[in-house]
């Protein structure tokens, strides 16, 4: 089987499926930016063939690589990249060579707000209204039904980042003045916890694995306040988000691929809203949060399913698994030795996060587990202290 992987390097940590794939003798065709020489060393055994491109935002130069790696090697079977940013970039060159996946309409209906929006209704699962925005009567229409706050984000696009909670008229001023120029998404505020249901779905579309990750950050507050992050991954999956998560994911037709499903659960009376579902694997670290949760290989398993359909694990939750965020310039209370003195027995990685991720995800990550919740907040509690 040959595999075209876009951007095998980046992120670092997702090197572990082009590694894991060619564990099953599966063939990986790399197209990247990056030099050959530049990429890591797992990667130089892993890729059979690595086509370097001046620039993976081109959309023509990936498929002049493309095209030279079929003509070399022959059909491809699947391309992927696990990575928001080149999703419409697989879902054209699927279409452009006729590789089995999500095609460009697909994919639009898992990219853009507006369009998911449409897809949750359709299953009746609980979501706040929202619209596009069109412009500025738009807007005030909107705020005027629903009244202040309102929460406005791009209609394509993950997180926090370009995003906008409107309380006044005044910040809807702001809003007209610094947003950059694409299209934008409102809806009501909620005032809720982040959190999700995950997992990989086999080749028939049925769900192989499953965790949920909840957020002690709202990812807004992250970005305006500058705060740390920290989310960890919960031993017990919510029925509710569970119950919902089964029938939006069937919904979607999601087939060997990884999923991200956001809710946010209102903190008045613990009602839970669908935010967004992504075709992906969460972001960060969260794919080395599940393997630390259970003591499996998920890197592995997915490759699995690509091979043979199969996900041999057998998963038991044995641990919370956080991710724990400091970032560059504050003033910590404790120093890494001190933290590492402390929990030893607790810290499964610890790590430097890419710069352009670190806005939201900090500098530097701690990726800790214990079997007990109470630990776990208490990691974070002393990780995150300021002096």
Not at 291 to 310: K, P, T
């Amino acid at each position: 089987m040959n595999f075209i992987y876009l951007s095998p390097h980046f992120p670092p940590n997702f090197c572990d499926f082009v590694v894991a794939l060619a564990n099953r003798g599966i063939q990986v065709l790399g197209i990247g930016d990056e030099d050959y020489h530049h990429l890591p060393p797992a990667l130089h055994g892993a890729l059979t063939d690595y086509f370097k491109v001046d620039s993976l935002d081109d959309y023509e130069q990936a498929h002049r690589a493309a095209a030279f790696l079929i003509y070399r090697h022959g059909r491809v079977s699947r391309v992927e990249s696990h990575n928001e940013h080149w999703m419409m970039h697989e879902a054209r060159l699927r279409e452009d060579f006729n590789i089995p996946g999500p095609g460009v309409d697909q994919t639009v209906k898992i990219k853009r707000k507006s369009e998911m929006k449409k897809i949750f209704r359709a299953c009746d699962a609980p979501i706040v209204d929202g619209e596009l925005i069109t412009g500025r009567e738009s807007l005030e229409r909107f705020v005027k039904k629903y009244r202040f706050p309102v929460f406005v984000k791009p209609d394509t696009g993950v997180g926090a980042v370009a995003a906008y909670k409107i309380e006044n008229q005044a910040d809807i001023e702001n809003f007209w003045q610094t947003k950059p120029p694409i299209d934008y998404f409102v809806e009501p505020f909620i005032d809720g916890e982040l959190m999700t249901f995950d997992g990989i779905c086999d080749q028939n579309g049925e769900i192989a694995f499953f965790s949920s990750l909840r957020s002690v950050n709202g990812a807004f507050d992250l970005v305006a306040y500058n705060e740390d992050l920290s989310f960890y991954l919960v031993r017990d999956i919510p029925a509710d988000a569970e119950k919902i998560g089964r029938k939006i994911v069937k919904e979607f037709d999601i087939r060997a691929k990884f999923f991200h499903l956001e809710f946010l659960r209102q903190k008045s009376d613990g009602r839970l809203f669908v935010l967004e579902m992504n075709c992906r694997p969460p972001g960060g670290y969260t794919v080395d949060l599940m393997n630390f949760s259970a003591d499996i290989n998920v890197y592995q398993e997915w490759a699995n399913i690509i091979a043979e359909n199969r996900f041999s694990a057998q998963v038991e939750r044995k641990y919370f698994a956080a991710h724990i965020a400091r970032k560059f310039g504050k003033n910590y209370q404790h120093s890494l030795d001190e933290i590492f003195n402390r929990y030893s027995n607790n810290i499964a990685m610890h790590t430097q996060v890419p710069l352009v991720f670190s806005e939201v995800m900090g500098n530097e990550a701690f990726i800790v587990r214990s079997p007990d919740e109470k630990d776990i907040f208490e990691m974070i509690e002393f990780i995150q202290k300021k002096a």
